[in-house]
């Protein structure tokens, strides 16, 4: 059974919510942050950080990476074969890459940090740059929606949309970006999400 370690208020949430989507069973280890979490992490993440999974013999970290492990196992529609497969890295690559580092500078000087550690340029900066790279989101939805990939809801939609969550909770302006905005209400609105955001939001 996979083993999914990290409390849902954390990047756990987007493989909680894969292994929902999924279907399969897991069982949730919910690691908090503090001093302890490098401790109780040792043996399945080097890096001292959350999420991480076990799966039988396997152990890996990376929230993304989990993610495609946890679709390969249930398979079509979650991870389709083919280009459809290439076309599902590309997108999580691109969300960890291009859009993540971005979201994460608006979001660390918004609402993560304690307010006397935030700056007001770095959070501009970030959500310029962001507000930037989703515009091709905008523009693919636009043309190829209703999901990343068309027709179905695979992983590409799970990783990419796991990687906004925070925004799109936490008040991001995705006033310009309509078809990103609906595309995110879509993708958190699905029976899965909902027992993840259970989890994460209380
Ligand atoms: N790229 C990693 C990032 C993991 C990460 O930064 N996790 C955060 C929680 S969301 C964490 O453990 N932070 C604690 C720390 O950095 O010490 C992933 O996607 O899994």
Redesign the pocket.
């Known amino acids: 059974m996979l083993r999914i370690h990290?409390t849902a208020k954390?990047?756990?949430f987007?493989c909680i919510w894969a292994a929902e989507e999924a279907g399969l069973p897991y069982e949730h280890v919910p690691v908090a942050?503090g001093p302890q979490?490098?401790a109780e992490l040792a043996a399945v993440n080097p890096?001292?950080?959350?999420?991480a999974m076990q799966d039988g013999a396997l152990t890996l970290?990376?929230?993304?990476?989990?993610n495609l492990h946890i679709a390969a196992k249930a398979g079509a529609p979650l991870m389709p074969s083919g280009d459809d497969a290439s076309r599902v890295l590309q997108w999580t690559l691109w969300a960890?890459t291009e859009v993540?580092p971005a979201i994460m500078q608006w979001a660390y000087n918004t609402y993560i940090r304690p307010a006397e550690q935030r700056d007001p340029a770095l959070a501009k900066a970030g959500a310029a740059e962001a507000a930037a790279r989703l515009a091709v989101l905008e523009g693919h939805l636009a043309a190829n929606g209703p999901w990343l990939l068309g027709r179905d809801f695979t992983v590409a939609d799970c990783n990419l949309a796991g990687v906004l969550y925070g925004s799109w909770l936490n008040g991001f302006d995705y006033g310009r970006l309509p078809k990103v905005k609906a595309w995110l209400d879509a993708c958190f609105d699905r029976p899965a999400a909902l027992k993840a955001r259970k989890l994460r939001e209380g």
């Not at 890096?47 to 999420?51: L, M, Q, S, V």
């Not at 970290?61 to 989990?66: D, K, N, R, T, V």
């Open positions: 990290g954390s990047r756990a987007r942050f979490m490098k890096n001292g950080k959350i999420p970290f990376e929230s993304l990476a989990i960890a993540e």
